[in-house]
């Protein structure tokens, strides 16, 4: 491949704090696990998928405003007692080496104030797509809802990790989950997602919600079926479920699409070329040296040099 990767950076450092053991440590004993786990990840990301562009996303803000204004349930489970996301101390510690370690080697780093990774990835891939393939690493399945074949634009979906990554186009979203290539995030919306604190619409499953999306299209097409006041279409029951539900759609629509149109500096000035040597290289061997990277680094570069 030749083209634009965009990684969902957080889904993959917790993949790794998780996947690898917190017996991997730096010789004073912070744990390194989520730092060497994600520079391995995208080591043999760079080796395997060979992108000449590839941008690191991040959360500026993991819970925007905008977001909780319209649904306050959104991620409500996971704010900790004094506000903040509930990230382990052993994760929160190995974040600023994450920073270093991609900023000394010269990989781009972008998030925006007030945005989460994915509208940075849904904007950066709408971008992109004008000028080539686009792929999106992630394990998050709301970035489904971005796929475009015309693009092309996939999903690079690490469930079963990334030696075996599913690749997700608009034809294996359709036969996963029998709905219209890019209306994950209407389908989303109507059956709910606990991990984000998404209720969903009561007595509506996978089956009802796939039918709903296929027959209208979107969220915005239900609505407007309930407003002409037809009942054509609507399995059994589903009408009055929906026509209940009617505010609850409306804001689960701005939580659930991803922004694509941000318009920020940080974006606009992104240098998003694989470099083929490190941007500070003394700066890389002492975090190497400090925090006991030097084997992952060391492939890291490896790659990015082939």
């Not at 945005?115 to 004008?130: F, H, M, N, P, S």
Request: aromatic share 6%; hydrophobic share 45%; proline share 7%.
């Amino acid at each position: 491949m030749s083209g634009l990767m965009l990684l969902d950076t957080p889904s993959l450092y917790f993949r790794a704090f998780y996947g690898v053991p917190e017996s991997v440590t730096a010789p004073d004993g912070t744990p390194m696990n989520a730092v060497r786990g994600l520079i391995d990840m995208i080591a043999r990301l760079v080796q395997d998928r060979a992108p000449d562009r590839l941008v690191c996303c991040m959360d500026a803000d993991w819970r925007p405003a905008f977001r909780v204004a319209a649904l306050p349930s959104y991620k409500a489970h996971r704010v900790a007692d004094d506000g903040g996301d509930q990230t382990p101390d052993a994760l929160e510690a190995q974040l600023p080496v994450i920073d270093a370690v991609l900023d000394a080697v010269g990989l781009a780093r972008a998030g925006v104030p007030g945005y989460e990774a994915d509208d940075v990835i849904g904007t950066l891939a709408v971008r992109g797509a004008a000028a080539g393939p686009v792929d999106i690493v992630t394990g998050d399945r709301d970035l489904f809802q971005l796929v475009d074949d015309s693009g092309p634009v996939v999903v690079l979906y690490t469930a079963r990790g990334i030696r075996n990554l599913q690749v997700m186009g608009e034809k294996e979203v359709a036969a996963k989950y029998g709905i219209p290539g890019r209306g994950y995030g209407d389908y989303a919306t109507l059956r709910g997602d606990p991990s984000d604190g998404l209720p969903g619409v009561p007595g509506v499953g996978d089956k009802t919600a796939a039918a709903l999306v296929t027959r209208f299209g979107s969220v915005e097409g239900i609505l407007a079926a309930l407003d002409a006041g037809t009942d054509a279409g609507f399995p059994a029951g589903a009408r009055r479920r929906m026509a209940a539900a009617r505010d609850y759609l409306a804001a689960a629509e701005t939580v659930v699409r991803v922004v694509t149109d941000i318009d920020a500096p940080e974006l606009a000035a992104l240098d998003d070329r694989l470099p083929a040597e490190p941007r500070d290289a003394e700066a890389l061997v002492e975090l190497a040296d400090r925090w006991n990277l030097g084997s992952p680094v060391n492939r890291l570069l490896n790659a990015l040099a082939r």
